[in-house]
C-alpha cells in the first residue's frame, strides 16, 4: 500500500485547506484509515480516523466541529476538510492506512500545514 498526501500550504488563521490522501496498491487489504499530525517537538497525535466504508469517524477533541474526514472509494482517496484554521493547527500531517488481518501500519509522506495568526 502506498500513500500520497496532497494539498498542504501557508494559511491564516480562520481560513480552510482540504488535504488529499491517494492509494495505491492492495487497497482491497485496508482496514481502517485516517489522518495523524507531529508538529514541532511534539508527539504524532491523531487527528482524525475513517473506516474504509466512510460510515464510521472518528476525531480529536482538539479539530472536532472544526474538520471533516471523508472517503471516496472510487477514486481511492481520503480527504481532511479543515476549516476555522489556528495557529495551534500547524504541523506535518500524515495519511494513516491500516492493513490486513495483522494490522500493520503504511504512513505517508507527510503534507505541511502552516498556519499563521
Known amino acids: 500500500v502506498q500513500l500520497a498526501e496532497s494539498g498542504g500550504g501557508l494559511v491564516q488563521a480562520g481560513d480552510s485547506l482540504r488535504l488529499s490522501c491517494v492509494v495505491s496498491?492492495?487497497?482491497?487489504?485496508?482496514?481502517?484509515m485516517g489522518w495523524y499530525r507531529q508538529a514541532p517537538g511534539k508527539q504524532r497525535e491523531l487527528v482524525a480516523g475513517?473506516?474504509?466504508?466512510?460510515?464510521?469517524?472518528n476525531y480529536a477533541d482538539s479539530v472536532q466541529g472544526r474538520f471533516t474526514i471523508s472517503i471516496d472509494n472510487a477514486k481511492n482517496t481520503m480527504y481532511l476538510q479543515m476549516n476555522s484554521l489556528k495557529s495551534e493547527d500547524t504541523a506535518v500531517y500524515h495519511c494513516?492506512?491500516?492493513?490486513?488481518?495483522?494490522?500493520?501500519?503504511?504512513w505517508g509522506k507527510g503534507t505541511l500545514v502552516t498556519v499563521s495568526s
Open positions: 494513516h492506512a491500516r492493513v490486513g488481518y495483522y494490522g500493520i501500519d503504511y
Open positions: 475513517i473506516s474504509t466504508d466512510g460510515v464510521s469517524t
Open positions: 496498491g492492495s487497497t482491497f487489504s485496508i482496514i481502517h
